[in-house]
C-alpha cells in the first residue's frame, strides 16, 4: 500500500481497495462482453442495436477507470490487466456464436444485471466498513448500470 494522507484507517482503505478490484475485474469482462455483442450482432435493428452497445461499453470503461481510479486514491494498487480480469471476474463466460440481435439484447442485460446487482451488494460491504465515499461511487455506478440496462431490454421483443 502506498502512504497516503487519506483519513480512512488502513483496515478500511484494504477492504475497499478489496472490493474495487473484485469489481474492476468484473467491469473489465464486461466491457469485453459488450464489445463482442457490438462486433457481432446482426439482423432487424442492427444499427440501433449496434451503436447502443458501443455507448454503453463506453459508460462501462468509464466504470472501470473510477474504480481503478478510487482504489489508486487509498494507496492501493489498481489491478486491472486482462490476466487478472479473467481469474477473478464474477460474470459468467459471454456465449460466442451468437448473431441475433434478441439473443444479443439477452446476452448483454443477464451481464448488466449481475454486474448491477453485485454492485448493489458492494454498496452496503464498503458502508458497512466505514467507507462512504466507495459505497458513493458502488451507487453512481449503480444508477448508470440500472440506466444501461433499461435502454437495452427496451429493444428486446415485446412478449
Same mark, same amino acid.
Given at each position: 500500500?502506498?502512504?497516503? !494522507?487519506?483519513?480512512?484507517?488502513?483496515?478500511?482503505?484494504? /477492504?475497499?481497495?478489496?472490493?474495487?478490484? #473484485?469489481?474492476?475485474?468484473?467491469?473489465?469482462?464486461? !466491457?469485453? +462482453?459488450?464489445? +463482442?455483442? #457490438?462486433?457481432?450482432?446482426? %439482423?432487424? %435493428?442492427?444499427?440501433?442495436?449496434?451503436?447502443?452497445?458501443?455507448?454503453?461499453?463506453?459508460?462501462?470503461? *468509464?466504470?472501470?477507470? *473510477?474504480?481503478?481510479?478510487?482504489? &489508486?486514491?487509498? $494507496? %492501493?494498487?489498481?489491478? &486491472?490487466?486482462? &490476466?487478472? @480480469?479473467?481469474?477473478?471476474?464474477?460474470?459468467?463466460?459471454?456465449?460466442? $456464436?451468437? /448473431?441475433?440481435?434478441?439473443?444479443?439484447?439477452? /446476452?448483454?442485460?443477464? @451481464?448488466?444485471? @449481475?454486474? $448491477?446487482?453485485?454492485?448493489? =451488494?458492494?454498496?452496503?460491504?464498503?458502508?458497512?466498513? %466505514?467507507?462512504?465515499?466507495? /459505497?458513493?461511487?458502488?451507487? =453512481?455506478?449503480?444508477? $448508470?448500470?440500472?440506466?444501461?440496462?433499461?435502454?437495452?431490454?427496451? !429493444?428486446?421483443?415485446?412478449?
Amino acid at each position: 500500500m502506498t502512504q497516503t !494522507h487519506n483519513t480512512l484507517s488502513e483496515e478500511i482503505r484494504n /477492504a475497499s481497495i478489496d472490493v474495487l478490484n #473484485h469489481h474492476l475485474a468484473s467491469a473489465i469482462d464486461l !466491457h469485453a +462482453q459488450i464489445k +463482442q455483442a #457490438h462486433w457481432n450482432v446482426r %439482423g432487424p %435493428g442492427f444499427m440501433a442495436v449496434h451503436e447502443l452497445f458501443d455507448r454503453v461499453s463506453e459508460d462501462v470503461e *468509464k466504470f472501470s477507470d *473510477k474504480l481503478a481510479e478510487r482504489a &489508486g486514491g487509498l $494507496g %492501493g494498487t489498481a489491478e &486491472g490487466t486482462v &490476466g487478472v @480480469a479473467v481469474k477473478r471476474s464474477f460474470l459468467i463466460p459471454y456465449p460466442l $456464436g451468437l /448473431a441475433s440481435v434478441d439473443k444479443h439484447i439477452f /446476452a448483454v442485460s443477464a @451481464a448488466l444485471a @449481475a454486474f $448491477g446487482q453485485s454492485a448493489r =451488494e458492494a454498496i452496503n460491504q464498503t458502508d458497512a466498513a %466505514g467507507d462512504k465515499a466507495t /459505497a458513493d461511487l458502488f451507487t =453512481e455506478i449503480v444508477r $448508470g448500470v440500472d440506466q444501461d440496462l433499461w435502454f437495452v431490454e427496451s !429493444h428486446a421483443e415485446v412478449r
